[in-house]
């Protein structure tokens, strides 16, 4: 079982619209938890930190569900710009991160 | 944020050469800095750990005497891909990490094209 699974897409998504992301993590040990924005051919950017409470920044809002280890990222009123790959990023203890293979965003004017 | 840089941003190569590849923390001091690299529609896979001063730890499948990592001080990493061949074309990302802190940052990654 992979580290860190998330659904690949694409998706494709009109403006406007509201698109979820899951990721699923295997080591339950692990503490820290991220999702990274990364553009066609550029480094991963920090896009938020993902807290058990939850947490929301503007339009995007992550939701951390320790007992079934699973991370989600909630995008309100979509905007062209928002395509991209979304990464969930999870950190096993004072360890590297350890990356998903991405979800491919679209969104569609 | 924190500022990372690589150098080049890009190179293509003939099979058999060296090529090296620098990242540069510019406005903090890393004490550790971590080489990834990501083929085509593929995650971004470890493959190496170094602390300023120390030898860098591999993962498992990197080889260590292909991949060259060099850490000699606070500010400068660098990665050198011996005798490329083909497959070693990817996009090779450094990441740095201060001392106690959490967060990683990322350089803009190099393009290797080996020919």
């Known amino acids: 079982r992979k580290e860190v699974e998330q659904d690949p897409g694409p998706f494709n998504v009109p403006e406007g619209a509201t698109v979820a992301f899951n990721c699923t993590y295997s080591?339950?040990?692990?503490?820290?938890f991220f999702w990274y924005r990364q553009d066609c051919r550029k480094e991963p950017k920090l896009l938020m930190s993902?807290?058990?409470s939850g947490n929301e920044d503007g339009r995007f809002t992550a939701q951390l569900n320790r007992a079934s280890q699973y991370i989600s990222l909630l995008i309100r009123d979509s905007k062209l710009s928002d395509s991209a790959t979304y990464l969930c990023?999870?950190?096993?203890?004072?360890?590297?991160?350890?990356f998903g293979k991405g979800t491919r965003l679209s969104v569609i004017a | 944020g924190a500022v990372v840089s690589q150098h080049p941003s890009w190179v293509i190569c003939k099979s058999g050469t060296s090529v090296k590849i620098e990242c540069r923390s510019l406005?903090?001091?890393?004490?550790?800095m971590f080489w990834y690299r990501q083929f085509p529609k593929q995650s971004l896979m470890l493959m190496a750990t170094?602390?300023?001063?120390?030898?860098?730890?591999?993962e498992q499948g990197v080889e260590k005497d292909k991949f060259l990592i060099n850490h000699a001080s606070l500010t400068l990493s660098t990665l050198t891909v011996t005798s490329a061949h083909p497959e070693d074309s990817s996009f090779y990302i450094c990441?740095?990490?201060?001392?106690?802190?959490?967060?990683?940052?990322f350089g803009p990654g190099t393009r290797l094209t080996v020919t």
């Open positions: 993902v807290y058990s």
């Open positions: 080591n339950s040990a692990s503490q820290s």
């Open positions: 406005d903090f001091q890393a004490t550790t």
């Open positions: 990441s740095a990490r201060g001392a106690g802190g959490q967060e990683q940052y």
């Open positions: 170094s602390n300023e001063g120390s030898k860098a730890t591999y």
């Open positions: 990023v999870v950190r096993p203890g004072n360890t590297p991160l350890v």
